[in-house]
């Protein structure tokens, strides 16, 4: 999701936000997959990152199996929407471990930046599911 925060001076700054998730339940429930697809990628362990669009429809960016390739592919996309080290928040639902690695993998590739681990709540969490993780950062 991207929103543009008010000017401070000359500068705009734009959140994004991705997800990735260990389950894509809610995502078949919502129509947005079919079940087979998301059973499948359970059985895979495949897990799915994305983006809310501008216009606000979910927007899949990659599909890996397992967290390690999630990771690489999170870091990718930090570049491609021009993360340079920023602030960025990861948010996990119920899944501590993998937000602490996905922290440090972020640390050792953009050097210092003001990072923060958060649990999911209320609705994020629903969302989210057990085991998934949102990232929200400042862009360029």
């Not at 999630?70 to 990861?90: P, Q, S, V």
């Not at 998934?132 to 950062?137: E, I, N, S, W």
Request: glycine share 10%.
């Amino acid at each position: 999701m991207r929103r543009q925060r008010p000017p401070c001076g000359n500068t705009a700054i734009i959140l994004i936000c991705f997800f990735a998730l260990e389950s894509m339940k809610n995502l078949a429930n919502n129509g947005r997959v079919s079940h087979t697809v998301a059973a499948l990628a359970g059985l895979l362990s495949i897990r799915a990152l994305g983006v809310a669009s501008e216009e606000g429809t979910l927007q899949m960016l990659h599909n890996g199996r397992g967290w390690k390739r999630t990771f690489r592919a999170i870091i990718e996309e930090l570049e491609k929407y021009g993360f340079t080290g920023g602030k960025l928040r990861i948010a996990h639902c119920q899944n501590p471990s993998a937000a602490e690695e996905l922290a440090e993998q972020i640390t050792r590739h953009f050097g210092k930046c003001d990072l923060s681990i958060h649990p999911c709540t209320a609705l994020c969490s629903f969302y989210a599911e057990r085991g998934g993780l949102m990232v929200g950062f400042e862009g360029a």
